[in-house]
């Protein structure tokens, strides 16, 4: 009998496509900008995931976010390297220099510094070039989509051998290295520490961060508070400082407050569209589903019917917006657009776009349960 509801949904075709067309926006919106989202959450703490070995993350106690640092005394570190649990400490130098490029234009970069001697928490894939060619001399890793992008001579991208002008001072390219691209969107350096504070402008504490890893059988988080017990400085776990970033920015920027508006306007008009155009299908429909109870329909298999239709239409509506989202996104998968397509993100919008139907579908059913039997032979 699942085939009579059915095919009065697709009977009218302008009704049906006008509920189809509802739950398709709503799919498309809540599933591109929720994309989006995350995607600028992840460029948000990408600088932490991608040094992904460290368990622990010791700053300033005023540092909040990643590109929030105050810098440190350099004897904090042997004092970290004291603390019981830590397996070894490592010094990170994290700071905006400018470089200068072949056709005399500046351009702001991320440079960061990482330890001399076991060049622990570099860069997590090299494309070209080795580690260890970091230790020659002057030379930096460059992101090889920045070599061809924002760093790039008039003529071509950069190549290994080219030089840059970093405060006055020469750097080589020595390799090209892959990382996730960051939430400010310039390029990001790779060198040693004791270079990075040769490029980087003079400070009186140049140590921005100091990493950790944990002895076997310690606790990070246990660990990360020992440290700020005992040497009085900041010290969270790689997930405790993305959190930390993530609140910072959100705070400063108000991005979180802006993209909930969108995805809130997006499930309002889908259920405003998808609600009003199946409660007219509904009114329309009427005198059939009074025939349906004149018959001995029962009230709730006329609500599974109409169950049917709502979770017919939903389901449809889901799988085009979102399938037309992960077009876009695979479109873009080579712009500076970040898009990203967790599992939860999708199983939300299906979440969301069930509940469109489901209001829908309660918002008209009431009409057909009200409707006596006998109203069919009243005209």
């Not at 060198?191 to 076997?216: G, M, N, S």
């Not at 389901?315 to 996104?329: D, T």
């Not at 008209?364 to 009200?370: H, K, N, P």
Request: hydrophobic share 50%.
């Amino acid at each position: 009998m699942n085939h009579i509801p059915l095919k009065m949904l697709t009977g009218d075709r302008a009704k049906y496509l006008g509920i189809l067309s509802g739950m398709v926006f709503a799919s498309l919106l809540l599933s591109l900008f929720g994309s989006i989202f995350v995607g600028l959450v992840g460029r948000m703490t990408a600088p932490i995931t991608d040094a992904g070995i460290a368990d622990v993350w010791v700053m300033d106690p005023t540092v909040t976010a990643i590109d929030n640092t105050v810098g440190m005394r350099e004897v904090e570190l042997s004092r970290v390297r004291g603390v019981d649990g830590v397996r070894w400490a490592v010094p990170m130098l994290r700071g905006k220099v400018k470089a200068r490029l072949a056709n005399g234009d500046f351009q702001t970069c991320t440079l960061v510094g990482i330890d001399d001697a076991t060049l622990t928490a570099g860069p997590p894939v090299v494309l070209e070039g080795r580690l260890a060619d970091l230790r020659r001399a002057d030379a930096v890793f460059v992101d090889r989509a920045e070599a061809a992008g924002k760093l790039s001579r008039p003529d071509r991208p950069l190549r290994l051998g080219d030089t840059l002008e970093l405060n006055d001072r020469r750097a080589v390219i020595a390799g090209f290295v892959r990382i996730t691209p960051s939430f400010d969107t310039v390029p990001t350096l790779f060198t040693t520490y004791q270079r990075a504070i040769a490029f980087a402008p003079p400070e009186r504490k140049p140590l921005t961060f100091i990493l950790v890893k944990a002895a076997d059988g310690v606790d990070p988080v246990d660990l990360a508070r020992r440290i700020e017990r005992e040497t009085g400085l900041g010290a969270r776990t790689g997930p405790e400082f993305a959190r930390s970033t993530v609140r910072y920015i959100f705070g400063a920027t108000g991005i979180a407050q802006n993209f909930g508006l969108t995805l809130g306007l997006g499930f309002l008009i889908g259920l405003a569209v998808a609600g009003q155009t199946f409660f007219a299908f509904i009114q329309d429909n009427l005198r059939y589903f009074g025939v349906m109870k004149a018959m001995g329909a029962t009230d709730r298999r006329i609500v599974g019917m109409v169950a049917l239709q709502s979770a017919t239409v939903a389901l449809q509506g889901f799988g085009i917006g979102a399938g037309i989202a992960a077009w876009i996104g695979y479109l873009a998968r080579n712009s500076a657009l970040t898009i990203r397509t967790p599992y939860w993100l999708i199983g939300a919008v299906g979440a969301a776009i069930l509940l469109i139907a489901v209001v829908s579908a309660l918002l008209s059913v009431r009409r057909i349960l009200r409707l006596p039997p006998s109203a069919v032979f009243n005209g």
